[in-house]
């Protein structure tokens, strides 16, 4: 049987844990108001919780080494297609960015993985289409349907 020090398995990575240990501690335990009075809301166990949670949920359905500004990136592709069906159009409106700016880190690291691809814009030589790929976005779907279901569980 593993040790608390060496994970469940025995060869989970401590970083990952120390990790996450360091960002619940920066959690903060409530704020306040203009006024100065304290701001109820969701107590700290559970703020926790949720973090934890949503790191290793993340870690399963993204096991590849993904920075936080990746998956935000991907995040704003989800909702954007998401918006852009829900004000009626049959299909998301495409999102456009300028050739320097699919050089970006998070863009190059998202298009190496396969979660994103890039396709030049018929109409303008500058820009590139950008989209999420199907792996992606089921990924994405999956992710967020288990944290809304844990988080109304709470």
């Known amino acids: 049987m593993a040790s608390r020090e060496t994970g469940l398995s025995g060869n989970a990575s401590l970083p990952f844990l120390d990790s996450i240990r360091q960002q619940v501690a920066q959690i903060p335990t409530g704020s306040h108001t203009e006024d100065g009075a304290l701001r109820t809301g969701i107590d700290f166990f559970s703020a926790a919780r949720i973090f934890v949670t949503f790191k290793v949920k993340l870690a399963e359905h993204f096991p590849e080494a993904m920075p936080d500004e990746t998956f935000d990136f991907l995040v704003d592709l989800m909702v954007h297609e998401w918006l852009s069906r829900r004000i009626g159009a049959q299909r998301p409106a ?4 300028s050739r320097s700016a699919s050089l970006s880190p998070r863009i190059q690291h998202a298009l190496a993985l396969g979660l994103i691809s890039l396709e030049p814009d018929p109409a303008a030589d ?3 289409i950008v989209t999420l790929t199907r792996s992606a976005r089921a990924r994405l779907n999956v992710f ?3 944290m809304a279901s844990y988080i109304s569980a709470l």
């Open 94 to 97: 495409e999102l456009g960015l």
């Open 144 to 146: 967020f349907d288990y």
């Open 126 to 128: 500058d820009l590139r």
